[in-house]
């Protein structure tokens, strides 16, 4: 198995979580939702677990989220073009 570097994809790999809900949420429901995730993650206790772990804790926003993940998908596109993966 080659490394990204031997298959000829200059990659670094990392890892994160986000939260999801269904489309059909209300919008202020999101923002509920929202608000108490940022405060949860703002928490020097929580921050502090994070860090311990090893982790960054991140707070973002929805937009700042949406921008993250439609980088990753085009970041990772060729790895799984290349891959032949079929869904």
Avoid: N
């Avoid at 990204?4 to 269904?22: I, N, Q, R, Y």
């Avoid at 429901?29 to 960054?56: C, G, H, N, W």
């Avoid at 804790?57 to 990753?72: K, N, R, W």
Wanted: no cysteine.
């Amino acid at each position: 198995m080659p490394t990204f570097k031997e298959a000829g994809l200059d990659l670094v790999a990392t890892g994160w979580g986000v939260f999801f809900a269904p489309a059909s949420l209300p919008k202020d429901k999101v923002e509920r939702l929202s608000q108490a995730i940022r405060e949860v993650m703002r928490d020097p206790d929580t921050q502090r677990k994070f860090t311990d772990s090893k982790l960054t804790p991140v707070v973002s926003t929805q937009a700042q989220t949406e921008a993250m993940l439609s980088a990753f998908r085009a970041k990772w596109a060729p790895v799984v073009q290349r891959s032949g993966f079929q869904p």
